[in-house]
Structure formats: C-alpha cells, structure tokens
C-alpha cells in the first residue's frame, strides 16, 4: 500500500477529509510505537509506506504500559482533534493497518496491546461499543 493510499482509506472510513487523516494517521502511530515493544514496531514499521515509517520510531526497547483511554488522549492531544474525532481516527488507522501489513505483523502488534483494543478493529465495531471476538 502506497504513502497517499493509506491516507485516503484512513479518511474514508470514518468519512473524514485526507487533510484530516494525516495528523491522526501520525499521531496514531506514534502512540502506536510508545505501546509497542522496540522490536515490534520496527518489524511493523517496515512493513508501512516509507512516508509513515517514521511515525513508528521508538528510541527504547520497552513498551509504555497505558490503557485504551489514554491512547485516545495522546491521539487526540498529538492530532490537535476532539475526542471523539481522535476515537473514529485510531479505529480507521487500526483497520487500514489491518489491511496494509501481514495478518502475522498485525497480530503480532496487537497482541502487544490490551485486549480493549480489539474491539476498535473489524467492521463490526462501531462507536466504542464492544464487538464478539471472531464475528
């Protein structure tokens, strides 16, 4: 998947403008990288557009232990965006990166993550309510 590719399916998802999806694209990323391992957001990283790579850079190896609520803050803080925009954007993010790296990569990285998180991904999500893992 291409650099502006990913942008436009970030913006399509939640019907947001592409302008828009850049900055949560970015600042979902880089929350993205502080949750993560060191190892695993390089190996997700390799796998992004060249233009996005960046985002997932993490100057240590430890994974910064934080829940759902406030990786939706830091989001919404790095984005400059409301809250609920910062939401609809983490979970556009989340399933075009489902749909852009190997189902193993993707996995991987969420496996890393609370299982909260888990509700956010698949089209069965809406809003934040929960969705039956496997449906």
Do not use: C, H, N
């Amino acid at each position: 998947m291409q650099y502006a590719e990913f942008i436009q399916s970030v913006a399509t998802r939640p019907k947001m403008s592409p302008t828009l999806a850049e900055p949560i694209t970015r600042a979902t990323l880089a929350t993205l990288a502080e949750r993560l391992s060191g190892g695993q957001a390089r190996d997700l990283a390799v796998q992004l557009p060249e233009g996005l790579r960046g985002d997932l850079r993490k100057p240590d190896e430890e994974a910064e232990p934080f829940e759902l609520p406030e990786f939706f803050e830091r989001v919404q803080q790095r984005a400059a965006v409301e809250f609920q925009t910062a939401t609809d954007g983490v979970r556009a993010v989340l399933d075009t990166l489902r749909d852009a790296v190997s189902a193993k990569e993707y996995e991987d990285s969420i496996a890393q993550l609370p299982k909260e998180f888990w509700q956010l991904t698949g089209p069965a999500a809406t809003r934040l309510e929960p969705r039956r893992i496997g449906t």
